[in-house]
């Protein structure tokens, strides 16, 4: 087979999929953190609490701008219709129902 294409030898494409959780938000476990520590901070409400807590959410939030700005160096501009905040992707990006 002369002129055939072997795998191995290409570069990866890069597709960022617009289905599931990735609609709603592109950082799924931030917002299971925050969700996970505010309940959980002020039923404790002790000052360990609040220091961990900021510090977890602290910690996914870099991460979120971390792996952006990696994706972003890599591949150029991610598309706009993604985003940080929960369910702004979907509303702008979705169509919408038409009922009736």
């Avoid at 597709?15 to 931030?30: D, K, N, S």
């Avoid at 002020?42 to 700005?69: E, K, P, Q």
């Avoid at 591949?75 to 038409?98: D, I, K, M, N």
């Amino acid at each position: 087979m002369l002129g055939a294409k072997v795998a191995a030898v290409d570069k990866p494409k890069f597709h960022m999929w617009e289905t599931g959780i990735m609609r709603v938000t592109r950082h799924p476990q931030l917002w299971g953190q925050i969700i996970w520590c505010i309940p959980h901070t002020i039923y404790i409400g002790n000052s360990f609490m609040v220091a961990t807590s900021l510090a977890l959410c602290a910690h996914h939030a870099f991460g979120a701008w971390h792996g952006d700005r990696r994706l972003a160096d890599r591949y150029g501009e991610v598309r706009s219709s993604f985003t940080l905040l929960p369910h702004r992707s979907a509303a702008r990006a979705c169509p919408r129902v038409q009922l009736g």
